[in-house]
């Protein structure tokens, strides 16, 4: 069995990286939801090899290895019984969403999503000419809980067409239940909604949880459901531009593929390849690399409550990414991201950009070396007890 070090530090500056590209030097990327450890060896090796040929024309698959490679992977790892046939490639799932949008909704209509929300769910209906129409997530007792009512008025809208589900969902870290997946299909179906179920983080579940994808609970809801999945988060491959929609419901799939096609929106055999490899050959990867991202986040969620002043955080149930709170330090959104970046050194994403709903909030990408996290939290420690030192008197009221 390979052991994979994901301990290693791999330098990533000059490699074209969106998330260590954007800062100065001094400044620790934490942001952008890729991880900073290698993908596994088998598709590095694989890679290499189609390297050595050197020859790079258009590409076809005619093995359909994108398609067999996510069966294999929905079998194995989620008991869900996907054929090939399936599958329809597409070149990621943030891709996915807006061709969703544009494929199975009308100008004007509208689309539904559970927020604070990873930014492209509502830029894909706004840069298609629909509406985004937000259900906000409410912190509960047993954290983040879907407002069923309000959900339910939303859909309920003669316009709303389509559900972006997000699950995992990003920011929060939020996996939702069988119950909740139940409930939440049953209104799609009561008002004729469609569901794109983006399930990107699905790999990353913690303890007793499993992630159940939303289109194999029941044959109903895999009639009006896409689901969208890639490894590229897991096997850290979004760079190779790949990604996979499937359905089993024919006309969604061929509606959903034609609009892929009108867009020619190809495939590339350097993709083709690491996608079939991770998903074939390299379980092992994710069977190490799940417990390491659970360390890594007992580590950040117990160094931020005891040590760090004015930020508070749950243990996500899901994903590699922390919301924090920081509401606590009392500062308008723009002087909190300031502060992360300019006394902290460590750049987040602002929990603005997720929705109105993430005022206050930050994200924090803990898919990195453990150390390289220890050093990420030791900084906005600094400067959080700095903070807190100047200020001395309670925290101003909060405003955007
Ligand atoms: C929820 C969610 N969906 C989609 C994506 C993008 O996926 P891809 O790289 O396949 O476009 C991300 C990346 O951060 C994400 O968090």
């Known amino acids: ?51 050595r040929h050197g020859v790079f024309g258009y590409c076809k698959d005619d093995l359909g290895k994108i398609e067999k490679a996510s069966a294999h992977w929905m079998r194995t790892r989620f008991g869900w019984d996907v054929r090939p046939e399936w599958v ?28 604070p929300i990873y930014p492209p769910f509502f830029t894909a209906p706004a840069f298609n000419g629909r509406k985004a129409l937000s259900s906000p997530l409410q912190a509960g007792k047993n954290g983040w809980e879907i407002d069923f009512d309000g959900l339910e008025s939303l859909l309920a809208e003669a316009r ?3 559900l972006l589900l997000c699950n995992p969902h990003n920011p929060t ?37 499993k992630h159940i994808p939303f289109s194999s609970l029941s044959p109903e809801l895999a009639d009006i459901s896409l689901t969208a999945i890639n490894p590229s988060k897991t096997f850290n491959l979004a760079d190779l ?11 969604l799939r061929e509606r959903y593929r034609t609009a892929v096609t009108n867009a020619k929106l190809g495939r590339s055999s350097l993709g083709l390849l690491a996608y079939e490899v991770a998903y074939t050959q390299c379980a092992y990867y994710v069977d190490q690399l799940v417990p390491y991202i659970k360390g890594n986040l007992d580590c950040a969620v117990d160094y931020i409550n005891e040590r760090i002043p004015g930020i508070s955080v749950g243990m996500p149930e899901a994903t590699y990414l922390l919301w924090l709170d920081c509401r606590g330090l009392g500062l308008s959104q723009k002087r909190l991201v300031e502060f992360f970046l300019r006394e902290a050194k460590v750049a987040l994403n602002s929990g603005l950009s997720f929705g109105p709903e993430g005022l206050g909030f930050m994200r924090l990408n803990a898919a990195c070396p453990r150390a390289v996290l220890r050093e990420g939290l030791a900084r906005i420690e600094r400067a959080c007890r700095a903070f807190a030192d100047k200020r001395g008197a309670p925290p101003p009221a909060l405003k955007a």
């Open 88 to 115: 329809v490639f597409s070149p990621g799932v943030g891709t996915a969403l807006s061709v969703a949008v544009s494929a199975f909704t009308n100008p004007g209509d509208y689309v539904v999503m559970m927020t």
């Open 173 to 209: 870290g939020k996996l939702l239940s069988e119950g909740e997946l139940l409930r939440t299909g049953e209104l799609c179906l009561k008002h004729h909604v469609l569901v794109l179920s983006d399930e990107v983080h699905c790999d990353y579940v913690f303890g007793d949880r």
């Open 1 to 51: 069995m390979i052991q994979h070090d994901f301990d290693e530090i791999t330098d990533r500056r000059g490699t074209d990286s969106e998330k260590w590209n954007n800062y100065p030097p001094d400044v620790l990327p934490m942001w952008v939801a890729d991880s900073d450890f290698k993908c596994p060896a088998p598709v590095i090796e694989a890679l290499l090899e189609r390297v």
């Open 160 to 162: 709303s067409k389509l």
């Open 241 to 251: 531009r790949t990604g996979g929609v499937i359905s089993s419901s024919t006309p």
